[in-house]
């Protein structure tokens, strides 16, 4: 998964006072998961640096998905590989399905196109995750620029990392969190 | 400057709809300022790897420091270079001296050392950096466990990136800055 992808949105929340785990399937709290520096350097698509170690939160055998009020899933290579896994797929319909918020940016679309749950949905992702997206049955909506995220129902979706701040912000409205200054 | 150290700060504030802009010395807004990804891998002491190329968002020339409400100093290697940049002493002296809040996490607390502004302070960095801190007057408090954060008057800091969540959390307190679900 991408590096900035996992450890913004899960800090962020952390920071406002949300509880958060993190997990992937066959491994367990404490276990790690490279992560990948994903950046645009003048290249034509993006660029693949080792990024973090990621340290799990939590276990995801046995995971209680009823006892979570909402779901992110982080961009990256991993999605393309996520999305093969049924356990995965089962989870992400079980949030939809409920009508829970469900966050997902950049190539973590993919697995919504897996699971079957974008048909009729309105959302935007990578660039190139957009044949993904058209052929799972959403309408495009085309992040310009990069950084701008969409709300359809239960469901944000964001392009990638530059557009943390609004993705973060439309989980958080979402999620009923409310901010004064 | 370390790569999790700038952004995740940067797009927590963002996203709580707070305007942060991020400079450098002899730097424009757009210009790119390379990361390190410093990690936890088992070694006596970090790891590093290029990461993100973070771009800025303002020019630090004419950059007029009273029209802001705070300072974030991101740690990395970056800072046992700044803290012998002159304008980078006087910008920290000015935040200091108005009692605006201050937060500084890992290598950061490197230039407030530089800067005299630790005299009579209680303060935590990166552990290799406790003896800048003390040399700098200060009063330490051991960052047990590592993602601890301590608020001394105006001035929050922290040991490493691990410690975010508690570091915005902070930082919004000082800031007035209200969440409520």
């Known amino acids: 998964m991408e590096d900035y992808e996992v450890t913004v ?17 066959k491994k367990k709290a404490g276990d790690i998961c490279p992560t990948a520096v994903h ?3 003048g290249d034509q698509t993006y660029s693949e640096k080792p990024g973090h170690n990621f340290i799990l939160t939590a276990s995801y055998e046995g995971l209680d998905a009823s006892s979570y009020d909402a779901l992110v899933i982080p ?18 319909k ?3 399905q409920s009508r829970k918020p469900v966050a997902s940016i950049c190539h973590g679309q993919q697995i919504l196109a897996a699971a079957g749950v974008l048909k009729g949905r309105k959302c935007t992702a990578y660039p190139t995750v957009k044949l993904n997206v058209v052929l799972g049955g959403a309408t495009w909506l085309e992040p310009d620029p990069i950084d701008r995220c969409y709300t359809d129902e239960n469901l944000v979706t ?24």
Do not use: K, N
Not at 9 to 25: E, M, R, T, Y
């Open 75 to 92: 961009g990256g290579r991993a999605p393309e590989y996520l999305a093969l896994d049924e356990t995965v797929i089962a989870l992400v």
């Open 94 to 96: 079980e949030f939809m």
């Open 39 to 41: 950046d645009f350097e």
């Open 158 to 181: 964001g392009a990638a990392w530059p557009g943390h701040p609004e993705f973060v912000s439309q989980l958080m409205a979402l999620l009923g969190i409310q901010v004064s200054f």
């Open 9 to 25: 949105p899960l800090q962020s929340l952390q920071a406002l006072g949300c509880h958060v785990d993190a997990v992937s399937p």
